[in-house]
C-alpha cells in the first residue's frame, strides 16, 4: 500500500482530473506515476503540461521518447514504467519481444533512425554518468540536425524519469 493518499480517478477534481484526462483521451488507464502527482495540486498540474507538451514536441517523437522512459527506467530498476513502456512500445510502436528485449540488452539496437538513435544513446549517456557529456556530444548531436532545445528537452526527459522512480520508490506506489 502507497505510503501517501492518492487521488483515484474517479473522485479527481480540478488541476487532477485535467492531467489525469490527458490518459483517459487515449483510452488507458492513468498511470501510477501520475497518480502519485496527485498528491500534489502543482506537481500533477506540472506533469500534466510536461505530458501534453511532450506529446505533441515538434521534433522528439513518440518512439524516441518511449524508448527514453524505458531505457531510463531499466536503467534506474524502475520496474512500473519499464512495463509501461515496453508495453507502448510493443502496442503503439510496432516493436515485438524479442526487439524490446535487444535494446534493453544493447541501446544500439534500438530500431530508431541514426538521429534519433544518437540522441537516445546520448541521454542514456548522461543520466547514468553527467561526466560523460562533451562539447564534442553536443557538436555531433547538432550536426544531425538537432537543435539546443531537443538535447536539453530530451535530457530533462530522461531525468524526470529518474526523479518519478526515486519517488515511487520512496512512497511504495506499486506496494
Keep these: 500500500m502507497p505510503l501517501l493518499k492518492t487521488v483515484k480517478p474517479e473522485e479527481a477534481t480540478g488541476v487532477t482530473k485535467e492531467a489525469y484526462s490527458i490518459f483517459e483521451n487515449m483510452g488507458a488507464p492513468v498511470a ?8 500534489s495540486p502543482f506537481f500533477v498540474e506540472a506533469q500534466g503540461n510536461g505530458l501534453k507538451y511532450y506529446i505533441s514536441h515538434p521534433n522528439l ?9 524505458m531505457l531510463v527506467a531499466y536503467n534506474e530498476g524502475y520496474e512500473y514504467c519499464i512495463a ?15 526487439d524490446v528485449d535487444a535494446v534493453k540488452a544493447d541501446p544500439s539496437k534500438a530500431k530508431l533512425d541514426d538521429k534519433d538513435k544518437a540522441m537516445l544513446l546520448y541521454v542514456l549517456k548522461v543520466t547514468q ?36 522512480g526515486m519517488a515511487f520508490k520512496i512512497f511504495k506506489m506499486s506496494e
Excluded: Y
Aim: avoid cysteine; proline fraction near 4%.
Design 61 to 69: 517523437k513518440f518512439p524516441l521518447l518511449a524508448h527514453i522512459r
Design 32 to 39: 501510477l506515476p501520475m497518480q502519485m502527482m496527485s498528491i
Design 84 to 98: 509501461l513502456n515496453e508495453g507502448m512500445l510493443k502496442m503503439l510502436g510496432g516493436l515485438s519481444q524479442e
Design 129 to 164: 554518468d553527467p561526466a560523460m557529456s562533451s562539447a564534442e556530444d553536443i557538436a555531433a548531436l547538432k550536426d544531425m540536425g538537432w537543435a539546443e532545445q531537443d538535447i536539453f528537452e530530451a535530457v530533462q526527459h530522461g531525468l524526470g524519469m529518474i526523479t518519478a
